[in-house]
């Protein structure tokens, strides 16, 4: 098969749905030869900041010597950006490979993340891969990662979303989240919700993993755009990031930390490996910005609590007015999402991205006017961007938000690269 025809076989598998539970990807694994026992794995959780995260600590570990894998999800592009070696996303070539191997030993109703992630597991072997990100795609405890063993679990914060598989509360979707710890390694946590927090606690203390938790063991600050972090063993001052905004600060201070702690499990890391992970770390679609006249911000925002992060963030660029060009997905809350960044913008140019779930433009422009914003609906990415280029001068910044797929599709478009849809 073709490198198109072997993505339209895997998406497909979408029909199966979402079917949360380990058992499946259990046997897929045995019948690969379990792939994942030849390298460590880091876990990592949460709703907010895993790929940033993530970003930071595979650059801290690719910058102390080791071969380190990333598998995370959704793309924004291109499917090859969700499994990374060292930086460097999977050549098309081995996807259709690894893909024809793994489809072949899948059990029957096999989902689409199973698939993949042990492609990502099976291609990490092969490739030598010493210590692998794996993030979750949904949850936790019944998340196909879930079947790797972890030498450490991360969880980033955790807020409402998937509240259909999750649970309604915030408790209910952290008791997911944590249940993909390991009994007796170590959980480090950013600054939770304090119904995640006691959950979070509750859970390392049955498993005997010992728990550091952001702000009481470890944290980072920002000082005149550098990053101070005071660790649990060490301290840095004045570092430079490749990540931008406010809200990266926690981020970093949890790769940090974690990667602090993985010197218990084989994996030690010199501090000035931490200090140039940190600044190689790229994560594209936050806080991303293209440089022009005017300039375009892109970010991922998609639920309530990375709105906010984003408008706290906006706060620091400077800029003459905001374009807002947003769309989001049609099973999402308007208002979460839009609340905190509609008051910011002069002007909102409604889109919908290339997929089916998509919520029409003429809703969104209707649902942002009647919020109060001057709104007008704009129909696609491409042209929604090109309205707001049109309408912005040479000091002001088009923000493009809302969701992921909107931005991965406007990544694509002021990159002039082919774009490759999917959720999942």
């Not at 046997?27 to 794995?41: D, H, K, M, S, V």
């Not at 030498?151 to 807020?159: A, G, R």
């Not at 600054?191 to 728990?211: D, F, G, K, N, T």
């Not at 931008?244 to 981020?251: A, F, M, P």
Request: charged share 20%; glycine share 10%; hydrophobic share 50%.
């Amino acid at each position: 098969m073709t490198y198109p025809e072997t993505l339209q076989h895997i998406y497909a598998l979408s029909r199966f749905g979402i079917k949360p539970g380990l058992d499946r990807i259990a046997r897929l694994l045995g019948a690969l030869g379990n792939p994942q026992e030849r390298f460590a794995t880091v876990h990592l959780v949460g709703t907010n900041g895993k790929g940033s995260t993530a970003s930071f600590l595979s650059a801290i570990l690719s910058a102390g010597g080791y071969r380190t894998g990333l598998f995370t999800s959704p793309h924004l592009i291109s499917f090859t950006e969700r499994i990374r070696i060292d930086g460097a996303e999977i050549d098309e070539a081995s996807v259709v490979r690894l893909a024809q191997r793994v489809m072949a030993a899948a059990p029957e109703e096999s989902t689409f993340f199973e698939i993949i992630t042990a492609m990502a597991a099976l291609h990490f072997a092969e490739q030598g891969v010493e210590i692998a990100v794996f993030e979750a795609g949904m949850g936790g405890r019944l998340d196909a990662t879930n079947a790797l063993n972890g030498v450490i679990s991360l969880i980033t914060p955790i807020s409402l979303d998937h509240t259909e598989y999750l649970g309604s509360r915030v408790a209910e979707i952290a008791v997911e989240k944590a249940g993909i710890c390991k009994a007796e390694t170590p959980v480090v946590s950013a600054r939770q919700h304090p119904e995640a927090a006691r959950v979070i606690a509750r859970h390392a203390r049955e498993l005997a993993s010992p728990l550091f938790l952001c702000g009481e063991h470890f944290d980072a600050a920002w000082e005149d755009g550098k990053l101070n972090y005071r660790g649990l063993r060490l301290s840095l001052e004045g570092v430079g990031t490749g990540l931008t905004g406010l809200y990266q600060s926690g981020n970093a201070a949890l790769a940090l930390a974690a990667a602090e702690l993985l010197s218990g499990a084989g994996f030690p890391v010199a501090p000035q490996a931490l200090v140039s992970g940190l600044a190689r770390a790229t994560w594209p679609g936050r806080m991303e910005l293209f440089p022009g006249e005017p300039r375009v911000l892109l970010d991922g925002a998609h639920n309530p609590a990375g709105a906010q992060a984003l408008a706290r963030a906006l706060a620091l660029i400077p800029r003459a007015r905001l374009f807002l060009v947003a769309g989001v997905m049609g099973d999402k809350e308007l208002s979460g999402i839009l609340s905190p960044i509609l008051p910011l913008a002069d002007r909102v140019f409604a889109v919908a991205p290339a997929l089916d779930r998509a919520l029409p433009a003429a809703q969104l422009a209707a649902f942002c006017r009647g919020a109060g914003a001057s709104a007008e609906e704009a129909g696609s990415v491409a042209r929604g961007i090109a309205l707001a280029r049109a309408a912005a001068g040479a000091d002001d910044l088009i923000l493009v938000s809302g969701s992921l797929f909107t931005v991965g599709e406007a990544r694509s478009i002021l990159l002039a690269r082919d774009f490759e849809p999917f959720r999942g």
